[in-house]
Each structure stands twice: as C-alpha cells, then as structure tokens.
C-alpha cells in the first residue's frame, strides 16, 4: 500500500492520550490491566520529562526517549535523527540515537537526504509524518536499496514523526518500526506526538546550548592564540574580577579594588575614570588607549576596549574586556613625530642659512666692485696698493665662504676623507693657534695656552684637527667681546688627549645649545657677532668623531662664557709614523714649459699673469682642440687643464694628452670649480696627476712648481 500520511504535530497540537472508560462487560482483571497500561505509559513519559529537567546530558536523553517510543508503541526499533548542515551547506538527517538496528542499518542510515527512500526522507520531503504499515506494499521503498536493508533488518512496518521547535522549525525526526505489519492507532500517534514534544524541546534546547558551546569555545581559542589581555569588571568598575595578562600584564585571579593604581599609569588615571563614566553612564562601549605597568615593571601603551554584559532581567551584571599591546605602534608614532620636528626644524635652518648666505656673499662683493670703480678712476699709486689688498682679503672671504660649502657637500654625502698618519697633537694646536692669532688680535683678546708636559701623539689629520681647533679659538674670539681672555689647553686623560678651549664671552644659552653642532645651526640672530654660515661646529664633529673622538660644550647660560673640549684617542706605541712627503725645491724654473687651458678668457688669462709673477711665463690656451696642436711642437713639464670647457672638456683633452705617447712625464693638473670626491676619481680616471679647485692659492702654485721643477731634474 502506499505511505498513509497522518496529522503531523505542526497541524494538531499534542493532546494527553484519553483514559480509556472501562467496559460494561468484562472481568475486573481486564479493567485492572488497562489502568495499569495508562499508568504505565504516563510513569514513562513523567520519567522522561523528569531527566529532560534535570540531567544536561542531551547524548543519555536521546537514548531514554528511543527508548521511550519503543516501549509506548511497542515498536521492534527506534531511532531519532537531527537535521545537520554540511560543510558544502547541503542538509542531512544525521543519526544520533537508535535501538536494534543492525551494522549495515546504522552505517546506510548514518545520513539521510530529502530524497531518500526511506519513511524519514518522505517525512522530510512531505514536511508531515508518514507511516508504512508493510513495505511489502509501499511504492516508495518497492526495488530500493533501502527496501533490501529493512528486510535484512527485519523491519516490517514504520513510521517517522517530525520534530519542530516552538516556532515550527524542523529539527530532526522520530522513528519507530516493528518486524510484523501494523499501524499505529489513534492513541499511540497521539503518545508519540506528547513524546514528540518533549523530544524537540530537548533538541532545541541541545542545538542552543552546542552552540552556545561551539561559540564559547572559539571565543576561548581566539583569546588563547591572540595576544590580548582579558579581564572582566564588576558593573561600576570598583573592582577587576580577573585578568589574564597572557605576558603583556600581571595576572589578577581574584577581585581587585586597587586595580586602578596597580596597572594605570598616574597620568593616565584621569582620562580612564572619565572613560569609564562615559561608557557606565550610556552602558555603552569602553575604549581607550592608555599607559599601563607591564608584567616586567615598565610602563607601555595599551588599546583598551570593554562591552557590557547584561543579565536575563537586562541588568548590567559586568564588563568584558580585552588589551592589546600597542607600545610599539605608539613608538613609532613618537618617532615619526620626533623625525617631522627634525624635518621642519632642518628646513628652517636650511632657509636661515640660505638667507645668511646670500648676505655674507654680498658683504664681499660690494667692496670689491667699489674697489674696482677706485682702480679704474684712480691714478694715487699709495690708494690703488690700499685697494688692491682690500680687494685680496675679500676674496679670500668668499674663498672661505665657498671651501665651507664645500666641506657641507663632503659631509651630507659621507664623502669627507681623512689623511692619516702619526701626529704630535701639539703640532696641530700650534698650526690652529697660527691661524687663529688674526682673529684674536684683531678682537683685543689675551690668548693663555698650556700644553701637557709630554708629547702627545694621535693617529689623525694634523689638517684638519688643525682645522677644528682653529674652529673653536675663531669663535671663542668672535663671541667675546673686547677685551677677552681665551684659554686654549692640552691634557692627558687616561688614553686620550683632551683639547680645551675656553672664553668669558657670551656664553649659550640652553636653549642653543640643542643645536650647536647642527650644520647651519648658528646662534640666535641676537646673539651672534661676526659673519659665517653656520657650519664650523658641525664640520668640527664630524671631523672629530671621524678620528674616533668626541666634541661637547659646557656654558652655564648667557653672559657665563662657553668651554669646548675635543678628546681624542692616543697613538698605540706600535704604530710608526708616516713619513710627510717633501716638496722638491727648485731654486730657478729655466727649464720648466707651463701651459693654461681654459675656455673662461679672464681665469685662463689671470692664472698666466699670476705664473708670471712666480717666475715662469706659461702658454694660455682657449680651447682644447688649439691646445692639442700646440701640444704636436711642445712639450710642457706642466698642464693647467680646465674641466667643464665646451665642444672638448678637460677629460677628453687628457685623454688624448695620455694617449700620444710623446707626453709621458708631463705633469697634468685639474683645475676645476667641482671639488667632490667623485670629480677628483673621475680626474684620476682621466690621466691627471693632481686636482685644484678654484681659487687656486698662489702657495699652492708656487709648490706645483717646484714638484715639477724636481721632475725635470729628475729626467
């Protein structure tokens, strides 16, 4: 026959089974055997509702009411399936409960889909139960593979009761079978559907609380794979009930009423409390960052957030929170805001430099055109002399100004090298206090030097510590006003040397201080005396701390007086001096050919007049190609050699100098604006023996002529 589909408990509401009215006529035996069945059957469903209450065991209930409906209905077997999703979304009848079947019965009905020929999968299709009282007649299961298994089982004869929540969700099914044919009467559906009831509420219940637990659980994983610190507050924050500082804080395992002085910074307690009454007062969020004592008793940075959790009667019950470790995000916020202020800081000194420049350019220049217009008007030979040495020490300005840049290019690109060797630091005090006694004199100052009682050697530039000290005399004589007194002193201090030079000048105010040894960090506009870009101090460092020494200053404020010390590692005893290269001297250049190649007519033109005062006419050249030819009938000792000249620059005419073979000993010199490192490699690259940067020094000409007066006599 086919399925007989019978009310389900959606479409009629479970009814307590009837008492059955004892018959007119019979034994009183009869009578007595059906009051027991009644009270049998209601001793089962009391049981069952009694373990539904008090036991949370959902696994053992399951059992009990498969048990249950087996015994009201007298069934063979019995089963409760759950409906369950997969992972691919698809939903399957799962069974979680049976008695009787067989291996073969439990692993085929392990999972049953919608269209399954089973009574369970028409129940679920068909949305209502579904009874077969033989399956010999059933259509459904007639040539199935489901058909041969209930006959291997034994099963006759069945039926499958959906299980719906409250709110008529479908949550799994409730089977019964018997091994003859029979169908359940009104009374039994009606058992079963009381059954039904208690059984979907268990479910529901079950469903709610595995995923509560399923919730709880991942809750827990995240807590314990993540970095937070947890801890809960009671509802007005007074007391911490717990923290689990997972490393970050001290853990807290029982209430705490000291908990805001235990792990809030001082400073921050302030902003937490007004926090914490913003969120109770809206029984709202909690969020803050803020400054905490960290489990190894420093202080770090914590982003902080807390939600309130209610009870059933929506009271606020607590809080609960969790704090991440964000001390290295606000480090590095610091740092980057520490780096701007430098940035800003750095472009205003470059804008004050800039600005400093163009006046220390001009301060020279404007004496130097009114010295000119003199000599062109001009015919009293005593003013023209005056004139003309005016006009030297000007450029000699700009000459210094220029060699400042120039050491600034060296230092910001890290190019700046030292020529080492073995050097009496008294030596180079002596060079620095020669070529500070101008500035000195000229200031009306009273210089006071001391030097150690022993020799003091350091493995250094004696150029350019001669260079640093002159530095720090130049400014103690600057920034003193008339008449001062400078003390200049060369100590021994364990295995290093110590230079101190001090004044009673102006002295520096803190405030300047920070940034004395900045490049272009100059003094305040207000306290400075004299001219300068603003580099001295900083080019001293760095040449300072390439000798493996250290520069610093001591002032106790304005009007105090200022006293810098340089201190310098000593020489090992092993370490051997390097011998100083010698100029040759040659007393007479009568055999010496110099020739001038320069595009630029007044410096090609000058350098010639300014050989001719030393002694040796030289051949000026325009050009290189004019030069080359010249070269086919000469044979010069010495080439003065531009770099940037048009159509055939320096290299290219070095190169073909090089190249000739017929130029071998003649001595080629650069002489150049560009002074970097990578000019004076790229120079070398081309065949020159030496590199000038323009102005060149009448000293530095005169010892050209001499190293090649001495290669001539060499040959």
Excluded at 74 to 80: L, N, Q, R, T, V
Excluded at 171 to 178: A, F, I, N, Y
Excluded at 639 to 647: H, T
Excluded at 677 to 704: S, W
Aim: charged content about 25%.
């Amino acid at each position: 026959m086919k399925p007989i589909t019978l009310e389900s408990p959606a479409d009629s509401p479970a009814m307590p089974a009837p008492s059955r009215t004892p018959p007119q006529t019979g034994s009183q035996q009869d009578i007595i055997d059906i009051l027991q069945a009644d009270l049998s059957e209601s001793r089962v469903l009391h049981d069952l509702c009694l373990h539904l209450l008090v036991n949370q065991d959902a696994a053992g209930f399951y059992q009990r009411a498969v048990e249950a409906a087996k015994q009201l209905l007298g069934s063979d077997f019995a089963s409760i399936q759950l409906l369950s999703q997969r992972e691919d979304g698809s939903e399957v009848l799962q069974l979680i409960a049976q008695h009787g079947f067989s291996p073969l019965a439990r692993e085929r009905w392990r999972e049953v889909r919608a269209d399954s020929t089973t009574s369970c999968g028409a129940a679920w299709a068909n949305k209502e139960r579904v009874v077969i009282a033989d399956i010999e007649n059933s259509d459904l299961l007639r040539g199935t593979t489901d058909y041969m298994i209930f006959r291997e089982t034994g099963i006759r004869a069945m039926q499958t009761t959906p299980l719906r929540s409250r709110g008529g969700v479908l949550l799994g099914m409730l089977s019964t079978h018997w091994r003859a044919v029979h169908e359940p009467d009104v009374k039994q559906l009606r058992l079963l559907d009381v059954l039904a009831r208690q059984a979907a509420d268990l479910v529901e219940r079950a469903v709610k609380e595995e995923a509560l637990r399923v919730s709880e659980s991942r809750f827990r994983a995240l807590v314990t794979s993540a970095s937070y610190s947890v801890y809960r507050m009671n509802a007005d924050w007074t007391s911490m009930r717990a923290l689990d500082g997972r490393g970050f804080l001290a853990d807290t395992l029982s209430d705490s009423e000291e908990w805001l002085n235990t792990y809030i910074h001082p400073d921050d307690q302030p902003a937490v409390l007004n926090a914490i009454e913003a969120a109770t007062s809206s029984q709202s969020l909690f969020e803050l960052e803020h400054r905490v004592l960290r489990a190894d008793g420093t202080f770090g940075w914590t982003s902080s957030r807390a939600v309130p959790i209610f009870d059933t009667a929506g009271q606020l019950a607590e809080w609960f929170g969790a704090a991440t470790d964000v001390t290295a995000r606000k480090d590095a916020e610091r740092a980057l805001r520490e780096s701007e202020t430098r940035l800003i800081e750095a472009d205003r000194m470059k804008d004050r430099f800039l600005a400093t420049l163009a006046h220390e350019l001009r301060n020279p220049l404007a004496p130097i055109r009114n010295g000119l217009q003199i000599l062109r008007v001009s015919k009293n030979a005593d003013q023209s002399g005056n004139v003309l040495a005016m006009l030297d020490r000007q450029v000699d300005h700009m000459v210094r100004l220029v060699d400042d840049l120039m050491e600034v290019a060296r230092v910001t690109s890290g190019t700046l090298e030292l020529q080492r060797e073995r050097i009496d630091l008294a030596d180079a005090l002596k060079s620095a206090l020669e070529l500070s006694r101008p500035a000195v004199e000229a200031g009306g100052h009273a210089l006071q030097v001391c030097f150690a009682p022993e020799r003091l050697f350091v493995d250094g530039d004696g150029v350019r510590l001669a260079q640093v000290f002159s530095n720090l005399i130049n400014n103690a004589a600057k920034y003193s006003p008339t008449p001062g007194l400078i003390r200049v002193a060369l100590t021994r201090e364990g295995n290093g040397a110590m230079v101190r030079v001090t004044d009673d000048g102006i002295g520096i105010a803190p405030v300047d201080q920070g940034r004395l040894f900045t490049l272009f960090g100059r003094l305040r506009p207000s306290t400075a005396i004299g001219d300068g870009l603003g580099v001295g101090l900083a080019l001293a460092k760095h040449l300072v701390e390439l000798h493996g020494g250290a520069i610093s200053v001591e002032s106790r404020g304005a009007g105090a007086g200022s006293a810098f010390a340089v201190s310098l590692p000593l020489a090992t005893c092993d370490e051997t001096s390097t011998p100083i290269r010698e100029l040759v001297d040659a007393c007479a250049y009568d055999r010496l050919e110099v020739m001038v190649i320069d595009d630029n007519r007044d410096a090609a033109d000058s350098l010639g007049a300014v050989l001719s005062l030393l002694g040796r006419e030289a051949s000026v050249f325009y050009g290189g190609a004019d030069a080359l030819r010249a070269l086919e009938r000469r044979k010069p000792a010495l080439v003065l050699l531009d770099i940037g000249m048009p159509e055939m620059d320096g290299f290219a005419v070095a190169r073909e100098i090089r190249a000739s073979g017929r130029h071998d000993d003649v001595m080629l010199v650069a002489v150049t604006g560009w002074g970097q490192a990578e000019d004076r490699a790229r120079t070398t690259a081309a065949g020159f023996d030496d590199h000038l940067v323009k102005p060149v020094d009448i000293d530095v000409l005169e010892g050209l002529l001499r190293l090649a007066a001495g290669r001539v006599e060499a040959l």
